[in-house]
């Protein structure tokens, strides 16, 4: 004997009333702590923005040991600072993930809990499905009841059809959220990445501000005489380079170089950084915090000492000990240097060149650490180095030059031929004149 058709329906739509499991409690806890930390690194970015205006108005003051200290300490605290985001992210990270997760689990079981109530409903269906519908109709006592029966088949089949859809949405958004997991993951990755840089980028301050210590005794007669002496070995080196680049046999073919204006190179930069520069525009007149241009500039003429009124062959980059520094363009490292190792050769520093294969070769100087090595293959936008002030700098940033590669060789002064130069054994790259090219013109 088969059942009544009502109490079968009314099975039926038992099956979808069962709710599915709820993280309603966990997710509210998670959220909360999303929230707490949001709070805390806004406070954080508030406190680097603030040591970022004691170094601007520092920078606008006198080169004086105790302002270059001063500087050296404050941003030493504001790396701290982005030190602690870093790890306030990371936490964010962290618990974005867990979210994620909890709402994927949660997807899970209602994706299961819709597939066993379709698949039960279905089994009903063919359970009860003894004779026709349309029979059951006709042998009901009653019209009444021949229209209920129909109501409920009917009413069935479309919750029938909204658990499907329901089921549909639910595969979709476990999708998104398994993607939303995966780049989550990876912007972990990153953060991680990034705070180790940092910690290193303190760590190349403390060196700097000991060294100069150290150099200087911390007395200002000493740190200005050093200054004094720096810019006086500047003047014989700068001399010498000249009268070499001058007689360098080396053609350049202005038709195989990129277009100006191409802007095949990216800046060696951060993208965060360049905002920042780009925020400060009133600090350096400019939005990407260049403090010396290329060329026959203002500073370069009224110091002859310096650049012997030929103009600077690249551009200055203002930035604090230990800011990430990457490659410009895919290419190779052509050598790696230090003129420092040299006694009294103060000149580039640390540095790197690569040379790109489209004619143009790159040059990051004033380096506090060297990421790469001779021969290295390197991608756009790939960790180089950290920025510093070795070498010929009285304060820290980065020296980025943009040479014509068939123009340039990597070698010492002496090499070429005899000099009595402090820097004659330091090894360096070297271009003829017309190699020297403006950064901006393909930036």
Same mark, same amino acid.
């Given at each position: 004997?088969?059942?009544?058709?009502?109490?079968?329906?009314?099975?039926?739509?038992?099956?979808?009333?069962?709710?599915?499991?709820?993280?309603?409690?966990? +997710?509210?806890?998670?959220?909360?702590?999303? %929230?707490?930390?949001?709070?805390?690194?806004?406070?954080? !970015?508030?406190?680097?923005?603030?040591?970022?205006?004691?170094?601007?108005?520092?920078?606008?003051?006198?080169?004086?040991? $105790?302002?270059?200290?001063?500087?050296?300490?404050?941003?030493?605290?504001?790396?701290?600072?982005?030190?602690?985001?870093?790890?306030?992210?990371?936490?964010?990270?962290?618990?974005?993930?867990?979210?994620?997760?909890?709402?994927? #689990? @949660?997807?899970?079981?209602?994706?299961?809990?819709?597939?066993?109530?379709?698949? !039960?409903?279905?089994?009903?269906? &063919?359970?009860?499905?003894?004779?026709?519908?349309?029979?059951?109709?006709?042998?009901?006592?009653?019209?009444?009841?021949?229209?209920?029966?129909?109501?409920?088949?009917? $009413?069935?089949?479309?919750?029938?059809? @909204?658990?499907?859809?329901?089921?549909?949405? &639910?595969?979709?958004?476990?999708?998104?959220?398994?993607?939303?997991? /995966?780049?989550? *993951?990876?912007?972990?990755?990153?953060?991680?990445?990034?705070?180790?840089? $940092?910690?290193?980028?303190?760590?190349?301050? !403390?060196?700097?501000?000991?060294?100069?210590?150290?150099?200087?005794?911390?007395?200002? &007669?000493?740190?200005?005489?050093?200054?004094?002496? *720096?810019?006086?070995?500047?003047? @014989?080196?700068?001399?010498?380079?000249? %009268?070499?680049?001058?007689?360098?046999?080396?053609?350049?073919?202005?038709?195989?170089?990129?277009?100006?204006?191409?802007?095949?190179?990216?800046?060696?930069?951060?993208?965060?950084?360049?905002?920042?520069?780009?925020?400060?525009? %009133?600090?350096?007149?400019?939005?990407?915090?260049?403090?010396?241009?290329?060329?026959? /500039?203002?500073?370069?003429?009224?110091?002859?000492?310096?650049? %012997?009124?030929?103009?600077?062959? +690249?551009?200055?980059?203002?930035?604090?000990? #230990?800011?990430?520094?990457?490659?410009?363009?895919?290419?190779?490292?052509? +050598? /790696?240097?230090?003129? @420092?190792?040299?006694?009294?050769?103060?000149?580039?520093?640390?540095?790197?060149?690569?040379?790109? #294969?489209?004619?143009?070769?790159?040059?990051?100087?004033?380096?506090?650490?060297?990421?790469?090595? !001779?021969?290295?293959?390197?991608?756009? *936008?790939?960790?180089?180095?950290?920025?510093?002030?070795?070498?010929?700098?009285?304060?820290?940033?980065?020296?980025?030059?943009?040479? +014509? /590669?068939?123009?340039?060789?990597?070698?010492?002064?002496?090499?070429?031929?005899?000099?009595?130069?402090?820097?004659?054994?330091?090894?360096?790259?070297?271009?003829?004149?017309?190699?020297?090219?403006?950064?901006?013109?393909?930036?």
């Amino acid at each position: 004997m088969s059942r009544p058709r009502s109490v079968f329906l009314f099975s039926l739509f038992a099956v979808f009333l069962f709710p599915g499991v709820s993280y309603a409690q966990t +997710a509210d806890s998670l959220q909360a702590q999303i %929230n707490a930390n949001n709070v805390q690194l806004d406070a954080i !970015k508030a406190d680097i923005a603030a040591y970022q205006k004691q170094l601007d108005a520092l920078g606008e003051k006198k080169n004086t040991l $105790q302002s270059t200290v001063s500087s050296l300490t404050i941003s030493q605290k504001q790396l701290a600072s982005q030190i602690q985001l870093t790890q306030s992210q990371i936490a964010s990270a962290n618990l974005q993930i867990r979210q994620l997760t909890n709402s994927i #689990g @949660d997807k899970e079981a209602s994706i299961s809990s819709d597939q066993a109530a379709i698949s !039960k409903a279905l089994r009903v269906v &063919a359970a009860g499905e003894e004779r026709p519908l349309i029979t059951s109709l006709i042998s009901s006592g009653s019209l009444g009841e021949a229209w209920r029966l129909a109501d409920q088949m009917t $009413q069935f089949n479309q919750a029938l059809a @909204d658990n499907i859809s329901h089921l549909r949405i &639910a595969r979709t958004q476990l999708t998104t959220n398994r993607d939303a997991v /995966t780049k989550a *993951k990876a912007d972990l990755v990153a953060l991680q990445n990034q705070l180790t840089v $940092q910690k290193r980028s303190v760590d190349a301050s !403390k060196n700097a501000q000991t060294q100069l210590l150290a150099q200087t005794k911390n007395q200002e &007669a000493n740190y200005q005489k050093l200054l004094a002496q *720096k810019q006086a070995a500047e003047k @014989d080196f700068e001399q010498e380079l000249l %009268n070499l680049q001058g007689q360098l046999n080396l053609v350049v073919h202005p038709n195989l170089l990129p277009k100006v204006g191409s802007g095949v190179l990216v800046w060696p930069m951060s993208n965060a950084f360049m905002f920042n520069c780009a925020a400060r525009k %009133n600090v350096f007149g400019n939005i990407f915090c260049i403090t010396q241009y290329f060329g026959t /500039t203002a500073f370069s003429t009224a110091n002859a000492q310096v650049y %012997n009124g030929h103009g600077h062959n +690249a551009i200055d980059i203002g930035a604090p000990i #230990g800011t990430p520094l990457y490659a410009a363009l895919d290419g190779t490292v052509l +050598a /790696t240097g230090n003129t @420092d190792l040299v006694r009294g050769c103060y000149s580039f520093g640390k540095w790197v060149m690569i040379t790109h #294969g489209n004619g143009l070769s790159t040059l990051y100087a004033h380096l506090s650490e060297i990421d790469v090595a !001779k021969g290295q293959w390197v991608s756009t *936008k790939q960790l180089i180095g950290l920025s510093g002030m070795t070498g010929y700098a009285t304060g820290p940033h980065l020296h980025f030059g943009v040479y +014509a /590669t068939e123009g340039t060789q990597i070698m010492t002064l002496k090499q070429f031929r005899s000099t009595n130069t402090s820097c004659a054994n330091a090894t360096m790259p070297v271009a003829t004149l017309s190699a020297y090219l403006n950064p901006l013109s393909y930036l």
